[in-house]
């Protein structure tokens, strides 16, 4: 089975403040994604980013932070606002890849998952199973969630591909991305940043950068703490730039492709 995340930062514009869809890197993934299953018929499990359709709301209504009980109504109409516009860009990716002959079934993540404080903590993966089973490709994303301990949180795309490799013991991770893969600091922001072919640890980033990515883009260390996590159960991923015509179509074909493998295996294990 392969779960293949598509980045917020691929099928979104990112950097704008309203929810924008990048419908021309969308069509031609949902092509790619098809011309791929029309050979293979591996189990497939998409997840997508939400880039603009999530964040600016969720930042605005402070999801996942304490709250007064009486701002608990301001909050819950905080978190069915997102749900509702992560659920519209979830609705356009479904519509073309739908056109494109794939039975993509959304299973959002609000209804299957709960969190502790911000991490999925319980899950009911049976209808992922039945409609793999039934040969469908699930889709789910970025979304918020009940949580136990901060009564709302949200959970990002890069969390639940880890929660499902792992819990359908996937045999493939591949991470669509806007950069080329990881590098040892911002390629965004550092001209002289270099790519890395295979990435096993967090030393392996330049420390001093580090803590710059995280606040300035959040995006890239939370990710490879998902992927190291799955690395130490043996679960291979790798990082792609989607933004480059046929990179997505390529690595679930196994061919050679520019991107980083997050894996813990010696080299020739591979
Ligand atoms: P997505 O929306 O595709 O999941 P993010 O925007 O969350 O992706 O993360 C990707 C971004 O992470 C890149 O655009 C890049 O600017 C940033 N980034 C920060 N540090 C690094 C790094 N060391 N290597 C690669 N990208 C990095």
């Known amino acids: 089975m392969i779960v293949l995340k598509l980045g917020g930062s691929v099928l979104t514009n990112k950097n704008s403040s309203r929810a924008e869809i990048n419908e021309s890197n969308l069509s031609r993934l949902s092509c790619e994604i098809s011309r791929f299953l029309d050979n293979n018929d ?13 964040h600016p709301l969720a930042k605005e209504y402070e999801i996942g932070e304490s709250f007064k009980d009486s701002e608990y109504l301001y909050k819950q109409i905080g978190f069915v606002r997102i749900e509702n516009e992560v659920k519209k860009l979830n609705f356009l990716v479904c519509e073309e890849l739908i056109n494109e002959g794939i039975p993509v079934i959304a299973v959002p993540a609000s209804t299957i998952f709960t969190a502790s404080n911000k991490r999925i903590s319980q899950a009911n993966l049976d209808k992922f199973k039945q409609y793999l089973e039934r040969g469908y490709v699930p889709i789910i994303y970025g979304d918020v969630v009940l949580d136990d301990e901060l009564e709302m949180a949200v959970i990002s795309g890069d969390q639940i591909i880890q929660y499902l490799a792992i819990n359908l013991n996937a045999d493939e991770v591949i991470l669509g991305t806007d950069v080329d893969g990881v590098y040892n600091k911002n390629p965004k922001v550092y001209e002289n940043a270099y790519l890395y072919e295979r990435f096993s640890s967090l030393d392996d980033l330049d420390v001093f950068e580090d ?3 995280v606040d300035v883009t959040g995006g890239m260390v939370g990710k490879i703490r998902e992927l190291l996590y799955l690395a130490d159960f043996g679960i291979n991923s790798i990082i792609v730039n ?7 179509y390529k690595a679930l074909k196994q061919e050679k492709v520019t991107g980083t ?9 591979i």
Do not use: C, P, Q, T
């Open 211 to 213: 803590n710059i990515n």
């Open 42 to 54: 591996e189990d497939l499990v998409i997840v997508h980013g939400v880039g603009s359709f999530g």
């Open 261 to 269: 493998i997050i894996s813990k295996e010696e080299l020739n294990e």
């Open 242 to 248: 989607a933004n480059i015509e046929n990179n997505v």
